[in-house]
């Protein structure tokens, strides 16, 4: 399935790097996301991008900074990260979250594997 | 409260078993509810909605109840192909301005391991 791609699927960095995760989507969908997935922890949300504006920052550290130059294209830069940021971290795609609007399922692509060393 | 609970299980379940999952959520306005299955070191993917009538795809039963707040899922003559880790997903209302909260909230998941 390649309908949300991204890269790279792993990634090793030091603290002092710095380094951009990448997610494309080809779904025609509106709304893209982050989600950080620690070891036996749940999902959690970490940026919503509605038409290419930011919708929601759920409390991120601004060592994580993200990108959306178009509906299709995320990014997730990272510097001077921790290792306590080593995870999985997905991005996921949908039709429009505005406010008002039904909300769809999300779909997900294949993750980065970031370690922090 | 959690937003979404889960049992994390494992559920042990020989081949050909039923077994049920439930969830509750705490946002009486939620509106939204999905099953995702998620396989070891890989992304979650969409099992199935769940509506307010309950729907069924083939050995895959969704139920939700509105008014005890949970939803259900019931896999019928479990294979050894559904072992994985099943995540309740729930949103907030669909009338809330509160853009804060339009994504999905995902439970920490119910793992099940069906054996031979």
């Known amino acids: 399935e390649t309908g949300v791609t991204q890269t790279p699927r792993h990634l090793v960095m030091g603290m002092t790097n710095k380094k951009s995760l990448k997610c494309e989507q080809h779904l025609g969908h509106n709304a893209m996301y982050w989600y950080k997935q620690s070891a036996k922890k749940p999902l959690e949300l970490m940026f919503v991008?509605?038409?290419?504006?930011?919708?929601e920052n759920n409390s991120v550290p601004s060592r994580f900074s993200p990108e959306c130059p178009n509906s299709s294209h995320l990014f997730l830069h990272l510097h001077t990260l921790q290792p306590e940021d080593s995870a999985l971290y997905l991005c996921?795609?949908?039709?429009?979250?505005?406010?008002?609007?039904?909300?769809?399922?999300?779909?997900f692509g294949p993750g980065t594997r970031l370690t922090v060393t | 409260r959690k937003e979404v609970e889960q049992d994390p299980g494992p559920f042990n379940v020989p081949e050909g078993a039923t077994v049920a999952f439930n969830c509750t959520y705490s946002n009486s306005a939620s509106q939204s509810f999905f099953w995702y299955r998620q396989d070891c070191r890989k992304e979650p993917k969409l099992l199935m909605s769940v509506y307010s009538s309950g729907n069924e795809d083939g050995r895959f039963t969704a139920q939700l109840n509105r008014a005890s707040q949970y939803i259900s899922l019931l896999i019928r003559d479990s294979k050894l192909s559904d072992s994985a880790t099943y995540l309740c997903v729930v949103n907030a209302s669909l009338n809330s301005m509160d853009t804060g909260r339009r994504a999905l909230t995902f439970g920490s998941g119910t793992r099940l391991q069906v054996q031979p």
């Open positions: 991008y509605n038409f290419k504006e930011q919708t």
């Open positions: 996921a795609s949908s039709q429009d979250s505005r406010p008002g609007a039904l909300v769809y399922e999300q779909y």
